[in-house]
């Protein structure tokens, strides 16, 4: 079994089972060889299961469907190796979050951001301070070439909240920086620019 096959029998599976929704422990369940499959083989930075990986090659009607098993929120904590094994990894590709060349480029900035929100989703204090400031250098160049995006200029601290706020609610549909780009565009329309006041 290779991983095109692991995601071929899921999206069998879930055309036949049509579940409202699954996660690790449906498919466990209904695909144990799947499971034990994607246990050993597909593995995040810092090892545990990617199941980001897993969702983003399934049907896309199928991944608003995906629902993590709940867990206790993890205590906040400071591990830096956690954050240093990321951006060693990838560091001469950070420049994708100011400026991005191509799709591989983009492509590599989803994989850095969803490990670093992964990680400060555990309650890496580290990792949540790194994703921000990478984060703003892409909402910047937003702010200046998006028009839908264009009212969020000056409002710094508005900003580093909506940042919190999705990395607290991500999930598994689509790529961080394509929800956080949806997200504020949607939360902007009620904004007036700052400039009008000054």
């Known amino acids: 079994m290779d991983f095109n096959c692991a995601v071929k029998i899921i999206n069998k599976l879930l055309i036949e089972k049509r579940p409202d929704m699954f996660n690790s422990s449906w498919i466990r369940k209904h695909a144990p060889h799947v499971y034990r499959f994607i246990q050993k083989n597909v593995r ?8 980001d990986r897993v969702t983003r090659a ?16 993890s205590k906040e904590y400071r591990k830096k190796a956690e954050v ?3 951006l060693q990894k990838y560091h001469n590709k950070l420049y994708a979050f100011v400026a991005p060349t191509d799709k ?12 670093l929100v992964r990680i400060a989703q555990k309650g890496n204090v580290i990792a949540k301070e790194e994703i921000i400031k990478l984060v703003r250098f892409t909402i910047y160049d937003w702010i200046e070439r998006c028009p839908t995006l264009s009212s969020w200029e000056g409002y710094e601290s508005l900003i580093q909240k909506r940042i919190e706020v999705c990395i607290r609610y991500y999930r598994y549909s689509g790529t961080f920086i394509g929800y956080l780009f949806k997200t504020l565009e949607y939360a902007g329309r009620g904004l007036r620019p700052i400039s009008a006041y000054s």
Do not use: C, M, T, Y
């Open 44 to 51: 995040s930075e810092i090892g545990a299961i990617d199941w």
């Open 58 to 73: 399934l049907d896309r009607r199928f991944q608003r469907k995906w629902k993590p098993s709940l867990r206790n929120r």
């Open 84 to 86: 240093r094994f990321v």
């Open 104 to 115: 591989n480029d983009e492509h590599v900035r989803d994989i850095i951001s969803i490990a």
